[in-house]
């Protein structure tokens, strides 16, 4: 089946703009994580949703950075008036059955670049 | 503080020559322990977890509680090894975040 997949790819932004990037998780899974990597870093947690409800957002940076999942599904994460420093791959993942499944599937990443 | 801690950036071995991969945590809690593995070109996979205790692709993962450690270790490396690799710890059951380590790339020569 289809796993998770973000789009764009790939996204070029001029300092101060606005992007919104995307995440289509697994059908199904209930749990949706945001994770942001820098270049030669490990993915560092940003924001977790369980349906649509979001649980937990204490990675969020800065309060440019804003995650929906609107119906427990899809999710779009947000980054306003861009800043150099959040040149990143932005890591989408889910996962199963709540409680008791821990893998979590990612996505391809969308890497981003602010000039 | 959740801490993971990948000491060497970069390993590379010989084909054939044994592979460990450190890693350290430091949690309050009991943790639950994974390495994940990105290879060329792919997107970031579960390699294995520590409650399993299974082996995969030929590697074994250890958890000791006493030196906080969980290092991935395989008796003789093949060249389909090389990749990155992540160590990454969260709260046990359910549904949690990653705490990643940095991450260790493995090359392994021929």
């Known amino acids: 089946g289809a796993g998770v997949s973000q789009s764009p790819r790939y996204k070029v932004a001029k300092r101060g703009q606005d992007v919104a990037l995307r995440c289509d998780p697994i059908s199904g899974h209930v749990s949706l994580f945001w994770y942001q990597q820098a270049l030669g870093q490990g993915p560092e947690f940003l924001t977790y949703?369980?349906?649509?409800?979001?649980?937990?957002k204490s990675g969020l940076p800065s309060d440019r950075f804003f995650a929906e999942r609107p119906e427990g599904s899809v999710s779009t994460l947000k980054i306003q008036r861009t800043q150099q420093e959040d040149s990143a791959v932005y890591l989408c993942?889910?996962?199963?059955?709540?409680?008791?499944?821990?893998?979590?599937?990612f996505g391809p990443g969308t890497r981003l670049t602010v000039t | 503080a959740q801490r993971v801690t990948q000491p060497e950036k970069l390993l590379s071995v010989f084909k054939g020559a044994p592979v460990e991969l450190k890693c350290n945590y430091s949690y309050s809690g009991s943790p639950e322990l994974f390495w994940y593995v990105q290879y060329s070109r792919q997107r970031l996979q579960l390699l294995l977890r520590?409650?399993s205790r299974e082996s995969i692709k030929g590697f074994t993962a250890d958890l000791n509680k006493g030196e906080t450690s969980f290092h991935l270790k395989k008796p003789f490396a093949q060249e389909e090894d090389s990749a990155m690799y992540y160590c990454a710890l969260s709260r046990l059951q359910g549904a949690q975040k990653l705490v990643f380590g940095q991450g260790t790339r493995l090359t392994i020569n021929p």
């Open positions: 993942a889910s996962n199963g059955a709540g409680g008791s499944s821990y893998e979590q599937y």
């Open positions: 520590h409650i």
């Open positions: 949703f369980q349906n649509e409800a979001q649980l937990d």
